[in-house]
């Protein structure tokens, strides 16, 4: 993609931040490992559009863009067996839980079906 990455200071409340005529990628120093995974992935994802400035379509395709790439669903289907929530599937699999919920959303109906069937059997 062309793009360089450096930790630096981000504007408040912000863990990374894209910008695209530099092509830098700047995260927060101090992010735990996952964060770190899933801003850098969420900020490659502005990179990969282009974006310039922020706008709730543009977090929208960059939050899409990184949960495509970050959650792999037969991985997941495993980690849903095994755990007993949202959040211990999303730490079972290295994500944050915002990033899976993102990914579920994504998914088919029929998708949907074999998640909620392999968590049910894992009730029983």
């Given at each position: 993609?062309?793009?360089?990455?450096?930790?630096?200071?981000?504007?408040?409340?912000?863990?990374?931040?894209?910008?695209?005529?530099?092509?830098?990628?700047?995260?927060?120093?101090?992010?735990?490992?996952?964060?770190?995974?899933?801003?850098?992935?969420?900020?490659?994802?502005?990179?990969?559009?282009?974006?310039?400035?922020?706008?709730?379509?543009?977090?929208?395709?960059?939050?899409?863009?990184?949960?495509?790439?970050?959650?792999?669903?037969?991985?997941?289907?495993?980690?849903?067996?095994?755990?007993?929530?949202?959040?211990?599937?999303?730490?079972?699999l290295g994500v944050l839980?915002?990033?899976?919920?993102?990914?579920?959303?994504?998914?088919?109906?029929?998708?949907?079906?074999?998640?909620?069937a392999v968590a049910v059997?894992?009730a029983a």
């Amino acid at each position: 993609m062309g793009v360089r990455v450096r930790t630096a200071v981000t504007p408040a409340g912000w863990w990374g931040a894209y910008d695209h005529q530099r092509r830098l990628i700047t995260l927060r120093p101090g992010l735990g490992p996952i964060q770190s995974a899933c801003t850098l992935m969420h900020e490659l994802g502005h990179a990969y559009y282009g974006h310039i400035g922020v706008t709730g379509k543009q977090e929208t395709l960059a939050n899409r863009w990184a949960a495509f790439r970050l959650v792999d669903f037969d991985r997941m289907i495993a980690a849903a067996a095994a755990e007993q929530s949202t959040a211990g599937v999303a730490a079972s699999l290295g994500v944050l839980p915002s990033v899976l919920e993102t990914y579920l959303q994504t998914l088919t109906r029929a998708q949907l079906d074999h998640v909620r069937a392999v968590a049910v059997g894992r009730a029983a």
